[in-house]
């Protein structure tokens, strides 16, 4: 729920108290919520999630004290894709975002369990997206998908994401097409199908690493990257292992 200013907020939470999955946040100083520049400030806490949080406007959904302090999660067992971006000044900041899960084919995306970011783009920064299940055996991007040139996920943490290692199954951790950037990342203890960190396949514009390390993943295929058909750049970056499958070349410098 979203409140017009502080006066408002106060009703609210009077109405909704003791009532979950509210979570009531008052307009950001003069700015509407929606308008150009916002930021939603997230008190510390636990949010367990009925639906998924989507951001589909210019704003920055922002914890007031870093992913150490505020959580998203599932609030019931069957799991959810816990957040969905796309708009390309929308920032979900400073989230430990856990137990998500990629969507059943036949009821909606199959893909990124923790967050999905559209073709509008959008950013991840300074998160942590872990313990993401399969709800679908064909899943790109159990934890994070990437589906524009400004998709980016920054500065974050993304581990223990499992959806098999099987020689079918789940495509990357991380799952980048159509372009996107993880930069200054540390992705690891992942276990996937192929690409079990990140799975890059290109349809059009290049997928970017930056400054990020990738290690000890495990998949069918691709450890720890998985490049599919792709000119990629990839700087100044550790990466465990790489799998290579296509007829175009990647701009490594590692």
């Known amino acids: 729920v979203t409140a017009a200013n502080k006066a408002q907020a106060a009703?609210?939470?009077?109405?909704?108290?003791?009532?979950?999955?509210?979570?009531?946040?008052?307009?950001?100083?003069?700015?509407?919520?929606?308008?150009?520049?916002?930021?939603?400030?997230?008190?510390?806490?636990?949010?367990?999630?009925?639906s998924t949080l989507k951001i589909e406007r210019p704003v920055t959904v922002r914890s007031a004290n870093g992913r150490d302090k505020t959580t998203l999660k599932p609030?019931?067992?069957?799991?959810?894709?816990?957040?969905?971006?796309?708009?390309?000044?929308?920032?979900?900041?400073?989230?430990?975002?856990?137990?998500?899960?990629?969507?059943?084919?036949?009821?909606?995306?199959?893909?990124?369990?923790g967050v999905y970011i559209d073709t509008a783009g959008g950013t991840v920064d300074n998160c942590l997206i872990e313990k993401c299940a399969v709800?679908?055996?064909?899943?790109?991007?159990?934890?994070?998908?990437?589906?524009?040139?400004?998709?980016?996920v920054r500065r974050t943490i993304i581990r223990q994401n499992?959806?098999?290692?099987?020689?079918?199954?789940?495509?990357?951790?991380?799952?980048?097409?159509?372009?996107?950037?993880?930069?200054?990342?540390?992705?690891?203890?992942?276990?996937?199908?192929?690409?079990?960190?990140?799975?890059?396949?290109?349809?059009?514009?290049?997928?970017?690493?930056?400054n990020s390390t990738i290690m000890d993943n495990t998949g069918g295929s691709g450890n720890d990257l998985y490049v599919y058909k792709s000119g990629s750049a990839i700087t100044n970056s550790i990466i465990g292992a790489l799998t290579y499958d296509g007829d175009e070349n990647i701009s490594a410098k590692l």
């Not at 520049?37 to 636990?46: C, E, L, S, Y």
């Open 135 to 152: 709800g679908y055996e064909l899943t790109h991007g159990l934890a994070v998908k990437l589906s524009a040139p400004n998709a980016v």
């Open 75 to 113: 609030a019931s067992a069957g799991g959810i894709r816990l957040v969905y971006i796309n708009h390309a000044a929308a920032t979900l900041d400073g989230f430990t975002l856990t137990g998500g899960k990629t969507l059943d084919r036949l009821t909606g995306n199959p893909h990124g369990g």
């Open 11 to 50: 009703g609210y939470r009077a109405q909704l108290k003791g009532r979950e999955g509210f979570l009531v946040v008052p307009d950001p100083g003069d700015k509407r919520v929606g308008s150009l520049g916002a930021t939603v400030n997230v008190h510390d806490g636990t949010y367990q999630l009925a």
């Open 162 to 210: 499992e959806g098999g290692t099987g020689t079918t199954g789940s495509w990357g951790s991380v799952y980048m097409t159509d372009g996107g950037v993880v930069d200054n990342c540390l992705i690891y203890g992942n276990k996937m199908a192929f690409g079990a960190g990140v799975y890059i396949e290109q349809n059009g514009s290049r997928g970017v690493i930056l």
